[in-house]
């Protein structure tokens, strides 16, 4: 037994052995997605249910587990959740004014945990088993953890044995912790749903303008993974993202991405978070092509913008004809957050031959309702501005916008529309005078 071991085991103890370190009051944090420590959350909740907590925060950018702080019914008051991106799991308690939101850049969130949140009590946190030097990887995440590390008073971890370990600058050693309990569960696995022939279409379009050599950062959901699909024919592509995906990963695996274009972290695949199959986790697990970095290196756009030709591929909710592009609300309601959209379209808009494309589908409701419109919906978020906007991409067009003037703009921006809508939208843009 090595100093290492022998400090694991003094420090290994159950659930709620653990859940005791955390106080009433206590601000508590977990990395992005996969790493919100399932055993631990649970023993909080269940002494804050038997009042044995109170005033206890837990902030976590995205919560793919819909972990036991979720229960506002039950824990509001005790044990209550302020998210920094909103999935599935969180959005109707925000919408509903249970919990709460942090507007951010995802990029910015290390330096609010170093230089503008107060304090940050408890880092808690599911991570891969010890190596032989005393080092526990946060496996599927990067993102906060260097930060949050630094600032927490007090450092718990959930060591789950299906946890891959996965390299980069996402470690936490034996000696930064507290105390640590063991658990043994499967991942949560990211859906995924076959492609449409609309996500094919628009696909193609995005394809169509990578060359060879180019990196990529892709998002989530049928458009990206069908530019993923559609770029395996392409040579020597690079990977440079927020979050990785199957769609990425195959990229590696056909030999389309070889990493050995980049200018830096040459011939490694390089995130801040990752969510998928299990085969991708397999994939991943102690695989040196792999590296975590955090989101201030990941998602900076002078990081990004060093990268010839790269292309960024995100989602939005709606347009309107000045090109403002929501990606976050529906109306005022919350839906999601900023994450790194922005931060990809400025890294892109620096890169030489860089290129940022936002793509969605033309309409909503069945095709009843146009997510081209003359103005925003009143309350609207406005995530990227019309000034930073490059590529806009529907099944029906793609446009780019720089450059052009705004009349030119909303022109291009209506042929984007279904066709069933663009005599109106002409119309309001006359009425706006913006087509003169």
Request: glycine content about 10%.
């Amino acid at each position: 037994m090595n100093q290492f071991q022998g400090m694991y085991l003094a420090k290994k103890m159950a659930p709620e052995e653990v859940a005791k370190f955390v106080k009433s009051g206590d601000v508590c944090a977990s990395p992005t997605g996969l790493e919100e420590p399932t055993a631990i959350c649970e023993a909080i909740a269940k002494r804050a249910k038997n009042g044995e907590l109170t005033g206890v925060v837990h902030h976590q950018t995205l919560s793919v587990k819909g972990g036991p702080f979720l229960n506002y019914e039950e824990l509001k008051g005790k044990y209550d959740y302020v998210s920094w991106f909103t999935g599935g799991a969180g959005r109707k308690g925000i919408q509903l004014g249970h919990y709460t939101y942090v507007p951010n850049n995802y990029s910015t969130i290390p330096g609010y945990w170093r230089d503008v949140m107060p304090v940050l009590d408890v880092l808690y946190a599911e991570v891969s088993p010890m190596d032989d030097h005393g080092y526990f990887s946060c496996g599927m995440a990067g993102a906060e953890v260097v930060a949050m590390r630094e600032k927490a008073k007090i450092i718990l971890l959930d060591v789950n044995d299906k946890m891959p370990r996965v390299l980069g600058n996402n470690q936490i050693h034996i000696s930064q912790v507290t105390a640590l309990c063991e658990s043994s569960r499967p991942l949560s696995i990211l859906p995924s749903a076959p492609l449409t022939d609309v996500d094919r279409k628009i696909g193609q379009m995005i394809a169509d303008e990578v060359v060879n050599g180019a990196t990529l950062q892709l998002g989530i959901g049928g458009i990206p993974n069908a530019v993923g699909v559609l770029l395996q024919d392409k040579k020597d592509l690079g990977i440079h993202t927020e979050m990785l995906t199957d769609s990425m990963v195959d990229l590696i695996e056909c030999g389309a991405v070889t990493n050995m274009k980049k200018p830096i972290n040459v011939g490694k695949t390089v995130a801040t978070l990752a969510w998928g199959s299990q085969k991708m986790y397999d994939y991943m697990n102690n695989n040196p092509a792999f590296e975590m970095h955090p989101v201030d290196y990941t998602n900076n756009p002078y990081i990004i913008g060093q990268h010839d030709n790269f292309v960024s591929v995100n989602a939005c909710v709606e347009i309107d004809l000045f090109g403002q592009v929501c990606a976050e609300s529906l109306g005022t309601k919350h839906y999601s957050g900023s994450g790194g959209q922005v931060d990809f379209v400025r890294g892109a808009n620096l890169s030489k031959g860089g290129k940022g494309f936002i793509a969605m589908t033309s309409t909503t409701k069945g095709g009843t309702i146009s997510k081209i419109k003359p103005t925003l919906t009143p309350g609207s978020i406005v995530t990227t501005t019309k000034n930073e906007v490059d590529f806009l991409v529907t099944e029906n067009n793609i446009v780019r916008l720089k450059g052009q003037t705004a009349s030119a703009r909303a022109k291009m921006l209506i042929s984007l529309a279904a066709p069933q809508f663009r005599e109106e939208l002409e119309f309001e843009a006359k009425k706006m005078n913006l087509i003169i």
